[in-house]
């Protein structure tokens, strides 16, 4: 049995980067560049306001102020998205919205609010300057944000909104990026099933299925849903082929010492094991290996495979530790870790046989610090203990448990708003 951090070190060994494709900006949101982007024009790609106002020439208003307005005659109006064929000359100015190209002649702008404009009757010919204004005032440069040529975003860049919103602006219409990961789910399991089957006395909901999904689906991958098998070699192994091309397997149950937990075995004859068992609770028993596949080009591959335990916490918690992050690589992603707060535990912990211990709990903060309580009952059947959580207390292994007071590290599920 090995540790948490040596099974994630051997998960990780296991998995590489995929490789690139080219998609459509609005539908690369969380995916890595694989490539760096660069510039074809300035952005802005002239000259413009920043504000509402008067475009104008700075030595014309040179003494300006309420008590002596300098009084400039009017001759163009411009709005963004045009072009003033006028000239601002000596004693000129033309009215401009934000975002509208500077005239030529102009040196700056003057806001509305610093003219008369609202005592004047309808568009005015003439307009009295309130301030003096420097060359440059209210004026956006030609490349002030980006430049032509320039290097915009980087390779290994993450995309998010600002960045598709940066794309955009570049008339970027497609990109190329790590593609997502397809993850292929499968629950095992006679006493399994269905969601849309009537439910009989001795069977239970596939909610690992779904909650597996989920979360690989929340993590920026593309769940593919295989079903249930039952509890033989042939029927995990025919369910199986289905998930032969994908980018990840992941089963939960039949991966204990049962008289029918058959996934290693099956495991051992389409691939090979790389480990079984994690000291963890909860989620112990644990395989990871390499399952025989192919590519959707018929070249063999090994797929990373996880045989998850069929208690629906135990499997959720280790999708979050090794499944989670083996997919943030696939994706080209950096960092894999979850973020960590030191939390005040409001409840007693127990480590009885020298595991590490991930506990349910929900943290808030208070003041300055973070307080984390149980979420209930600690059984790895519990779902809604997840469901009630936004954090993992851990107590290492070398610690008996912890009481009411202590602290400890929480690894947080989510991250929001609520909690910070």
């Given at each position: 049995?090995?540790?948490?951090?040596?099974?994630?070190?051997?998960?990780?060994?296991?998995?590489?980067?995929?490789?690139?494709?080219?998609?459509?900006?609005?539908?690369?949101?969380?995916?890595?560049?694989?490539?760096?982007?660069?510039?074809?024009?300035?952005?802005?790609?002239?000259?413009?306001?920043?504000?509402?106002?008067?475009?104008?020439?700075?030595?014309?208003?040179?003494?300006?102020?309420?008590?002596?307005?300098?009084?400039?005659?009017?001759?163009?109006?411009?709005?963004?998205?045009?072009?003033?064929?006028?000239?601002?000359?000596?004693?000129?100015?033309?009215?401009?919205?934000?975002?509208?190209?500077?005239?030529?002649?102009?040196?700056?702008?003057?806001?509305?609010?610093?003219?008369?404009?609202?005592?004047?009757?309808?568009?005015?010919?003439?307009?009295?300057?309130?301030?003096?204004?420097?060359?440059?005032?209210?004026?956006?440069?030609?490349?002030?944000?980006?430049?032509?040529?320039?290097?915009?975003?980087?390779?290994?860049?993450?995309?998010?909104?600002?960045?598709?919103?940066?794309?955009?602006?570049?008339?970027?219409?497609?990109?190329?990026?790590?593609?997502?990961?397809?993850?292929?789910?499968?629950?095992?399991?006679?006493?399994?099933?269905?969601?849309?089957?009537?439910?009989?006395?001795?069977?239970?909901?596939?909610?690992?299925?779904?909650?597996?999904?989920?979360?690989?689906?929340?993590?920026?991958?593309?769940?593919?849903?295989?079903?249930?098998?039952?509890?033989?070699?042939?029927?995990?192994?025919?369910?199986?082929?289905?998930?032969?091309?994908?980018?990840?397997?992941?089963?939960?149950?039949?991966?204990?010492?049962?008289?029918?937990?058959?996934?290693?075995?099956?495991?051992?004859?389409?691939?090979?094991?790389?480990?079984?068992?994690?000291?963890?609770?909860?989620?112990?028993?644990?395989?990871?290996?390499?399952?025989?596949?192919?590519?959707?080009?018929?070249?063999?591959?090994?797929?990373?495979?996880?045989?998850?335990?069929?208690?629906?916490?135990?499997?959720?918690?280790?999708?979050?530790?090794?499944?989670?992050?083996?997919?943030?690589?696939?994706?080209?992603?950096?960092?894999?870790?979850?973020?960590?707060?030191?939390?005040?535990?409001?409840?007693?912990?127990?480590?009885?046989?020298?595991?590490?211990v991930f506990t349910r709990v929900f943290v808030e903060k208070r003041g300055d610090g973070y307080f984390a309580r149980l979420t209930g009952p600690q059984g790895s059947g519990i779902l809604t203990s997840m469901a009630l959580a936004n954090g993992l207390a851990?107590?290492?292994?070398?610690?008996?448990?912890?009481?009411?007071?202590?602290?400890?590290?929480?690894?947080?599920?989510?991250?929001?708003?609520?909690?910070?």
């Open positions: 049995m090995i540790s948490v951090d040596q099974a994630l070190v051997k998960v990780l060994e296991n998995v590489a980067v995929l490789e690139a494709e080219e998609a459509p900006i609005l539908s690369c949101l969380g995916q890595v560049l694989a490539e760096d982007v660069f510039s074809a024009i300035n952005i802005p790609p002239l000259d413009n306001s920043a504000m509402d106002g008067y475009a104008v020439r700075a030595a014309d208003t040179r003494g300006a102020s309420p008590d002596s307005p300098c009084v400039l005659r009017v001759i163009d109006t411009v709005a963004a998205g045009a072009v003033s064929r006028s000239e601002v000359v000596l004693g000129t100015a033309v009215r401009i919205m934000t975002g509208a190209p500077i005239p030529d002649g102009a040196d700056s702008v003057v806001r509305f609010e610093d003219t008369d404009e609202t005592e004047r009757q309808g568009t005015p010919a003439e307009i009295g300057v309130l301030i003096e204004v420097a060359p440059g005032a209210e004026i956006r440069r030609a490349g002030e944000d980006i430049a032509a040529g320039a290097l915009v975003l980087k390779q290994g860049t993450r995309l998010r909104a600002s960045e598709i919103g940066v794309l955009a602006s570049l008339g970027c219409g497609k990109v190329k990026v790590v593609r997502r990961p397809v993850v292929a789910i499968l629950s095992t399991g006679d006493e399994i099933a269905d969601i849309a089957q009537p439910l009989s006395q001795s069977k239970i909901y596939n909610s690992n299925s779904y909650s597996l999904a989920a979360l690989v689906k929340h993590y920026g991958a593309v769940p593919r849903m295989l079903g249930i098998a039952l509890d033989n070699e042939d029927s995990l192994m025919d369910k199986l082929e289905a998930g032969r091309d994908a980018d990840m397997v992941i089963t939960s149950g039949g991966v204990s010492l049962g008289d029918y937990d058959v996934v290693r075995e099956v495991l051992e004859k389409e691939g090979r094991t790389v480990f079984w068992r994690v000291r963890e609770k909860p989620g112990k028993p644990l395989v990871f290996g390499l399952l025989k596949g192919r590519s959707k080009a018929d070249v063999a591959k090994n797929i990373p495979f996880f045989g998850l335990a069929g208690n629906p916490v135990s499997s959720m918690v280790n999708f979050e530790l090794f499944a989670r992050p083996a997919i943030l690589k696939m994706m080209g992603r950096k960092h894999l870790t979850k973020p960590t707060v030191r939390a005040v535990v409001e409840d007693a912990i127990e480590n009885i046989d020298g595991r590490r851990i107590v290492p292994e070398d610690e008996p448990g912890v009481k009411p007071g202590d602290v400890v590290d929480v690894m947080m599920l989510d991250w929001s708003e609520e909690v910070e």
